[in-house]
């Protein structure tokens, strides 16, 4: 299958399923912001408490925050956002269509100039220059159509283009790729979300929806440490929602205005204090990764070493396997002025390998920032190491979108089977990781009509459901069921048939049988035995 069909496919199943809806649909969509339908809220929620799970519950060592969204302005004059978290934006001069300048396609070809233009009938003149490409192969005429699009617009009807010239341009980047027409100069657009608090619209109360989670943590983080009794190094992980006016949505979900992350400000001590306190700084090991348990003279290049494999394990542990991701180590020339080392987290998705998560390690650049901003220390006294200094952070942070995103991509699989009438048929199946399944276990009565059969299956339901999601279906052929459960990606089918309430025989009381998603494969198990099947394989 072709990615863009694949694509296609995957985009009608999450509509069709409940996945993923486009926002506000019913008034022609928003561009750039989705809903979670009643499948994808529950994935999302999966995906989300996982993580939590394995950063804070299963860790001594970090603890979680959840701030607010809206923040004091300062922490973004502070942190740099308002001066340089902007794209460069062009406009297309006969469309208005806004596009990043730094994405669009170099092209070739001969450029037409004109002076302006007059009306034919009116005489009236329009002085305005423009310019059109016209791509190899194409006739003259269809650089002139443009021309005359243009001009129209500025209120002439019977056009006659003036001052015509060409030249032959290489790899320009002045035009719009999609109809050849100029675009305007680039320029900064800040991509901050902006807002007033209070009832006032002045410049004193505009404050901004936070662009990233990891600010809030550094203004509170003297109040965790305070909190929390931990000492350096430990971390503050956070999930919430962030806010870009992407210049560009696209690619489905992956790049949004409105998107969830999962950050971790992992702080650690200077190299400096490592080395006074332990006489050595360790060394990234040249081949294999860094692992637990952490150990006292790891400097940042072994912590941030350490991270990516804890981030790559996790990802694994939900059903991304490592052949499905890549490792980008940002090259010297790409870090930001404050980086020491980044590494991007990619996903092999149908329209490209593109980031899942970033893991930088930001030196102390952020504390710093904000010591100097609000005028309060920042500094952490280590008493270990008898030295005070401002500690130094690892940040793995993660769009929770993009991974859900990355979820459904992977899973989806459509094979050939043969129906229960020996008929072959197509069945597509989201094959998620039991983990992250939004429901565990589909619980079917063979016949709705056989109270004994219902009541049983009704009792398998209560048993379960306090322990994981389950949906319950008495509707259709028992192959339509299973049809449908796969398509929802769940990874298990409990069937309560003739055999569970003892019709044939007492030595198949009290079994249900217990289908398989992904091999179809169907066991005999005891209804006593379900939780202890089902309950390491889901959690
Ligand atoms: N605090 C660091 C930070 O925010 P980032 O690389 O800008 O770094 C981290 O964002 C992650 O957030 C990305 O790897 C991606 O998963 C997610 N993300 C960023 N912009 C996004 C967008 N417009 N739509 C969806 N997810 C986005």
Not at 233 to 241: E, S, V
Not at 416 to 436: I, L, N, S, W, Y
Request: contains cysteine.
């Amino acid at each position: 299958m072709k990615p863009t069909e694949r694509m296609e496919k995957i985009v009608s199943l999450c509509k069709r399923r409940g996945f993923i809806f486009q926002s506000s649909e019913i008034y022609g969509g928003i561009n750039g912001f989705w809903d979670y339908g009643p499948l994808g809220a529950e994935l999302k929620r999966n995906v989300k408490e996982l993580w939590w799970k394995s950063m804070t519950k299963m860790r001594e060592d970090v603890v979680g925050l959840d701030a607010s969204i809206i923040m004091h302005p300062a922490i973004w004059k502070a942190s740099g956002h308002c001066d340089t978290f902007a794209d460069p934006m062009v406009d297309c001069l006969l469309t208005k269509k806004r596009l990043r300048a730094d994405q669009i396609e170099p092209q070739s070809g001969v450029a037409y100039f004109w002076s302006g233009a007059k009306d034919e009938v009116s005489g009236k003149e329009v002085c305005e220059p423009f310019s059109a490409l016209l791509a190899p192969g194409k006739p003259a005429e269809s650089a002139r159509k443009v021309a005359t699009q243009f001009y129209s617009q500025r209120g002439l009807q019977n056009v006659v283009l003036l001052g015509e010239r060409t030249e032959k341009v290489e790899n320009s980047t002045k035009y719009n790729p999609e109809n050849g027409a100029l675009l305007t100069e680039p320029r900064m657009f800040n991509l901050m979300f902006k807002s007033h608090a209070g009832p006032v619209e002045s410049e004193e109360n505009a404050v901004y929806l936070r662009p990233e989670t990891a600010q809030a943590i550094f203004v509170q983080f003297k109040n965790v440490l305070e909190t929390s009794r931990q000492k350096v190094p430990f971390g503050i992980a956070q999930i919430g929602k962030a806010f870009r006016n992407e210049i560009n949505p696209r690619n489905y979900t992956f790049r949004s205005r409105e998107f969830e992350q999962m950050e971790l400000e992992f702080f650690i001590k200077p190299d400096e204090v490592v080395e006074k306190q332990c006489g050595s700084v360790a060394s990234l090991p040249e081949s294999g990764a860094p692992t637990d348990p952490p150990q006292a003279n790891w400097g940042w290049e072994v912590w941030h070493g350490y991270w990516v494999e804890q981030r790559m394990r996790w990802y694994e542990s939900i059903g991304l396997t490592r052949d499905t991701l890549e490792q980008y180590w940002q090259k010297k020339e790409e870090l930001a002025h404050y980086a020491r080392a980044t590494v991007d987290i990619l996903y092999k998705f149908p329209f490209g390998t593109q980031e899942l998560e970033g893991i930088a390690a930001r030196g102390n650049f952020d504390l710093t920032q904000h010591q100097t901003h609000s005028g309060k220390s920042m500094e952490y006294f280590d008493q270990e190491a008898t030295a005070k200094y401002i500690p130094h952070v690892i940040e793995p942070s993660a769009g929770v979108d993009r991974l859900l995103l990355a979820l459904i991509c992977n899973a989806y699989a459509e094979e050939e089977v043969v129906d229960e009438k020996g008929k072959a048929e197509v069945r597509t199946v989201m094959r998620f990781h039991p983990r992250v399944a939004p429901i565990k276990v589909g619980i079917f009565p063979l016949l709705k009509n056989k109270p004994v059969l219902v009541e049983k299956a009704l009792a398998v339901r209560d048993l379960l459901r306090p322990f994981m999601n389950v949906f319950y279906d008495d509707a259709g052929a028992i192959g339509r069921r299973y049809r449908r459960q796969d398509e929802a990606g769940t990874p298990f089918g409990v069937t309560i048939d003739f055999d569970t309430i003892g019709e044939n025989g007492p030595e198949m009381e009290g079994t249900v049988t217990l289908r398989h998603r992904d091999s179809m494969q169907q066991e005999r198990v005891k209804i006593s035995d379900l939780l202890s099947i089902l309950l390491p394989q889901v959690q």
